[in-house]
């Protein structure tokens, strides 16, 4: 059955009294941005609910798309056609006809939003399941939860049928909270981090250091293709570039190995803080989880994030392992992250790194390290790069009919 447009319904979007409007233009062009391959689509939104006509575009390739989309509740793909008795019938047997298999149970929704229309909701939904009890005689009506429900919807321009519900990401639309750096590694936590933040309507921007010749092409690629797989939800994603192998060569020739890990993570945050005041960001992402390794114990949370007084995401902080590894398999993130490409951290990793460090033997050690130099310098040489699973630049469109 051909769709020709699909109705979408706003999540939280419903609690945000003034907000709502530039919540809904966010909503709108993340929906365009992830969208960019269907260019006849076109988006309606308006306060309650917002309407893709599809123009031809194939709804079941841009379904899977929108299901990605934070700040949509759920939709319903839709079939448009002539607003009057004699075409609700006939389009309200065709549907039953392919969907009806014998067992279920049906319901008619009418809404009917244009009041010149000749019959009010009532007698539409009177009058659309007299037909289907007539086409189908032994099929059972039920007004809780039946099994097909055969929405109505009279429109000024149109009537629309559609009979599927299917879940949105909820969530908010990405980019209504602010601005986030995610220091982004190459391992399993920092892309659901990503992830967790984009739901809760944060703009991420993705830090990667990069520590060539120690860190390959390999691995600065599979950093990449992280985030691209973190793209589909927002549409394009700004990639940083930062080059940290001065830093890590200094840190390892003129500090003990046991603080080689909390000095890295100090000059990491450092910078990452650096870029975010750059790009105006407002906050730091991370993919630590509490006690997983040497620097993500408390006393060493405490020792790395004493460099900044930005606040600092931790979304994936309280969950297990296998929490985690669940999350990164439904964004299909988890098998790009364990091939077997090292980032800087781990080739730099010491053999017992300290899990207390000092306050004062760090401040100490770090007089040695000409650490504002080395800032400047890599700051220098940072490379950003938009990142987009369409490898295309999203087209600037207007919303219609947004009030």
Not at 66 to 87: H, M
Not at 271 to 295: F, K, P, W, Y
Not at 362 to 381: H, N, P, Q, S, T
Request: net charge negative; glycine share 6%; with cysteine.
């Amino acid at each position: 059955m051909q769709y020709t447009e699909i109705m979408v319904r706003y999540g939280e979007l419903s609690t945000k009294g003034k907000n709502r409007r530039s919540f809904i233009m966010q909503l709108a062009q993340n929906v365009r941005g992830a969208l960019i391959d269907f260019p006849a689509l076109k988006i309606h939104a308006d306060r309650d609910r917002m309407h893709l006509i599809l123009n031809g575009e194939d709804s079941t390739k841009v379904i899977p798309k929108l299901t990605k989309v934070f700040g949509i509740q759920n939709f319903s793909p839709s079939i448009r056609i002539e607003k009057n008795p004699i075409a609700l019938k006939a389009t309200t047997e065709e549907i039953m006809e392919a969907i009806y298999t014998g067992k279920e149970s049906f319901k008619i929704t009418a809404k009917r939003s244009d009041h010149s229309f000749e019959m009010d909701s009532n007698e539409i939904q009177q009058f659309l399941g007299n037909a289907v009890v007539d086409r189908f005689p032994d099929i059972q009506a039920q007004m809780k939860r039946p099994d097909i429900n055969l929405r109505v919807e009279i429109r000024r321009d149109s009537a629309y049928l559609s009979y599927e519900t299917i879940k949105g990401a909820g969530g908010l639309p990405v980019g209504t909270s602010g601005k986030g750096m995610l220091m982004l590694s190459g391992g399993i936590d920092s892309p659901v981090a990503g992830y967790l933040s984009m739901k809760r309507g944060v703009e991420i921007e993705a830090v990667h250091f990069a520590s060539p010749p120690y860190t390959s092409e390999q691995s600065l690629q599979k950093a990449k293709d992280l985030t691209e797989k973190l793209t589909p939800y927002v549409g394009s994603i700004q990639f940083i570039e930062v080059p940290f192998t001065e830093i890590q060569e200094e840190i390892k020739q003129h500090t003990p190995q046991g603080y080689w890990m909390t000095l890295t993570r100090r000059m990491m945050l450092r910078i990452t803080d650096a870029i975010r005041e750059m790009r105006h960001g407002l906050v730091i992402i991370n993919g630590e989880s509490l006690g997983q390794v040497a620097s993500q114990t408390l006393h060493s949370m405490v020792a790395i994030n004493e460099v900044t007084t930005t606040p600092i995401i931790r979304p994936v902080v309280t969950m297990d392992k296998t929490e985690i590894i669940e999350l990164a398999e439904k964004i299909d993130t988890f098998e790009l992250a364990i091939q077997p490409f090292e980032d800087c951290c781990t080739i730099f990793a010491p053999p017992q790194p300290k899990t207390r460090p000092k306050m004062d033997k760090v401040l100490e050690l770090e007089k040695r390290l000409d650490i504002d130099g080395m800032i400047e310098r890599c700051l220098a040489g940072l490379k950003v790069e938009a990142i987009s699973a369409a490898h295309s630049q999203a087209q600037v469109e207007e919303f219609a009919d947004l009030l």
